[in-house]
DNA sequence: TGTATCTAGTTTTTT
DNA sequence: ACTAGATACA
């Protein structure tokens, strides 16, 4: 447990004479680096001291000022690395920043242990000061399933109909409390009264339930920190004097909390750098307030405020479309990009009949630019993105991808340490590790089943409450007293001696770890070890075997078995990088990404929000239709501050773009079932016209892009809306093909030879892959699962897929049945 | 306890 | 259309 008092003795902030400013500024080196920079860039990176705020547009070298500002602080001697506080939202950002701060220098940079996210320096500092918020500094971070767990528990004892007012409110509603630094207490009695009249009770149960978990929530990491600051004025004046320089990263995203611990660091000396754009604050539904931007000035009198306007990324087409739809802003701090670079490629519009062909027609697109079309040399596939609002839309892109064999990637989803079997799995090392982490143990009691049920649950729980213990040890008093029959309790004997067993081996190994004869810090010694000499490695193995886990999966038949075993494996690997499981999990429960490097070329499908801070030279921006985007639920619940905050993903989907942008929209689209109707959005009539090159027969709703004053009247409406009026002529499919824009566009693409072979390797692959089945054949495939092949159409396999149905799909993505299951992992 | 059936709710997501 | 989660039934 580390008190106060080891403040001192931690590495991080060990302490040697300093030398004086002067005679750190007198050894001083060179600086080459400051060369690389525009004018505005050099601005910021040398005014080191005092409020500085860097408006950064998209694109504009943001990253490159911030991390040269930090090479700049360390080379004049203004600050070692461990005295600057540089904070970002995201890990792959912070780990970006280590690189290019070393980079910049020439030379690693050691320690520089305050470079992360807001996150993961608070769980630093806070478990240095956890007892001051009634916790231990082990204390565990729940994801938001333990979370939502929980809160379900307290709304059932709290005789709360969970139906009428479902778990995820509330733990929204919390979640937005603590965005805003509201301790349960702080709650305004307005919105504490929220669920029920509920809310503030709940919530202030909830907290208390997490201090006798020993647990926090990702919230409560900020919040803990600010309300120790508040509450300790010793405690800030040391951080304060510590963190000589602090630097922030994406500024705009920050929420309340993350603003008041800022400002609480900074208020001495002010040396605080904020880096952001307000056109691109698109956070603002988890808690963002752009309002911490737009009041830098009035919070840090007498701030600089720089402005990156020269932009390195996108062609002046693609600049002038972007700007044209941010101009559309109200609340804006006001910048203008501008580029050196050459004119380039129009940004493009083009409108469908529905989301089927848009994917069609994107396809192909993509197929061609691949191949090299109008002159254009070949691109490789990760050099294109598809950026939609929402994720069903990725759907019909997926589906339209497999058919033709497109190779994809998908960013977003579930990740990899949300997956439920790394859940799972990750569950059972945390009861090894600790067995009193009750809600690890209500996770994998009965997964995989082990007949016990709720009733024998409830037994435990008894057990362990009457006897003030964790629920595995309760587990085991039950087991004494006889209180639990049959097969169940056979099961449950089972389990407890596993974890017994298990966590025996933990300690053994940590044993093997330390020293020979090293004490265990709970002062147990380890049983004989019936596990002798495992690495953590084998151990996890172990664990994930004897509790059934593996076999598990292993016996279930369903289409994602076999991902999921190989995510096990994939996990068991990443156990590799750390000395020991203790380690992992710490690691695993801050870094919620496990990105594996990608050796095939794929085009990008993700959302808009996943995109910031991302660049693709080719960008498509499908779905461009009011109410999908801009999202009628955003205008709907926050009216104009929804829209512009859907005008500023706009603006971020456009930027994302090097050198060709298309944005695309469909007059139909199914969704929920449901045809829709839509309007092209009212962002693409935001588009100004003279960088737009219209591709969209004029003869489809939105055509009449550009062409206003010629197509008002009786063209446009109709084809899409029925609420145009039924005055309006319903166009036909026909009609659209008829079009001479179409033709026009049809007569483009075949400017490009479509007969041409695709990549060699490929078709090779394709002809050998198809002549490997024939129909009869049981096979399966990675998202549709078992299927059977009804006949065979050029590289192409007809099949029936017992779950997904009937569907056209290219042959190697395709394997034998018998071939899926082989491929297990331990 | 395990399975079959129904029902409601479907933006965006990091830590 | 689809899925997750809860309830009903074997």
Known sequence: M???????????????????????????????????????????????????????????????????????????????????????????????MKERVARTLGQSVEGMPWMGTFHAICVKLLRRHAELVDLKSNFTILDTDDQLRLLKQLISAANIDDKRWPARMLAGLIDGWKNRAWGPSQVPAGEAAAYNNMGGELYEAYQRRLVELNAVDFGDLLLHMVSI???????????????????????????????????????????????????????????????????????????????????????????AAASGVIAGNRSRLGKELWTEAQEGEKVRLIGHWDGEEEARWIGEEIESLQRGTRGLPPRSLDDMAILVRASHQMRAFEDRFLTIGLPYRVIGGPRFYERMEIRDAMAYFRIAVSPDDDLAFERIVNTPKRGLGDKAQQKIQMAARSNGVPLLEGARILLEEKGLGGKGAAELRKLV?????????????????????????????????????????????????????????????????????????????????????????????????????????????????????????????????????????????????????????????????????????AANRRLYGQWQSSMPSRFIDELPEDHVEVLTPPGLYGGGYGAAGLNTGSMGAGFGTGLAGGMEQRATKADVYNSPGWKRMQARRSERPLSQPRESRASAIDLEAVSSFTAGNRVFHQKFGYGIVMGIEGDKLDIAFEKAGAKKVVARFVVAADQAGDDVPF
Not at 261 to 277: E, P, Q, S, T
Not at 597 to 617: N, Q, R, S, W, Y
Request: net charge negative.
């Open 2 to 96: 580390r008190a106060m008092s080891s403040f001192d003795e931690n590495d991080a902030f060990e302490s040697a004479a300093r030398p004086s400013l002067a005679a750190r500024a007198m050894a001083a080196r060179p600086a080459p680096y400051l060369d690389d920079l525009n004018p505005a860039q050099r601005e910021a990176v040398e005014a080191l001291d005092g409020p500085v705020l860097m408006l950064a547009g998209a694109g504009t070298g943001k990253t490159k000022a911030l991390t040269t500002r930090i090479a700049h602080l360390l080379n004049t001697g203004r600050a070692r690395p461990n005295e600057i506080l540089a904070v970002t939202f995201t890990n792959k950002a912070a780990r970006e």
């Open 229 to 319: 600051f508040q509450k300790h004025p010793d405690v800030l004046a040391q951080y304060q004097r510590w963190f000589r320089y602090i630097l922030v990263d994406e500024y705009q995203d920050t929420n309340v909390a993350q603003y008041l611990w800022l400002r609480l660091l900074a208020a001495d000396h002010k040396n605080i750098c904020c880096v952001g754009d307000d056109d691109q604050s698109i956070y603002g539904w988890r808690g963002a307030e752009v309002g911490n931007i737009l009041r830098f000035e009035k919070d840090f009198p007498g701030a600089k405020v720089v402005r990156l306007e020269q932009n390195y990324r996108s062609t002046p087409h693609i600049l």
């Open 497 to 665: 001696d596993a974890c017994a067993r298990w966590h025996a081996a933990v300690l053994n190994a940590q044993l093997d770890f330390l020293d020979e004869d090293a004490v265990l810090d709970d002062g147990l010694v380890p049983l004989q070890p019936p596990l002798p000499g495992l690495s953590h490695v084998e151990l996890a193995e172990v664990i994930l075997d004897e509790s059934g886990y593996t076999a598990h999966w292993q016996n279930d038949k369903s289409p994602e078995a076999p991902g999921r075993l190989e995510n096990l494996k994939e996990l068991v690997k990443a156990l590799e990088n750390f000395d020991n499981l203790q380690g992992f999990l710490e690691h695993v429960a801050l870094i919620m990404d496990n990105e594996q490097e990608e050796t095939e070329e794929k085009v990008t499908i993700m959302t808009l929000h996943g995109a910031k801070g991302l660049e693709f030279p080719v960008v498509f921006l499908p779905g461009w239709e009011d109410g999908l985007f801009p999202s009628q639920r955003s205008m709907d619940e926050n009216g104009l501050k929804g829209l512009e905050e859907e005008r500023r993903l706009a603006y971020v989907g456009i930027t994302r773009a090097e050198e060709l942008c298309t944005i695309s929209f």
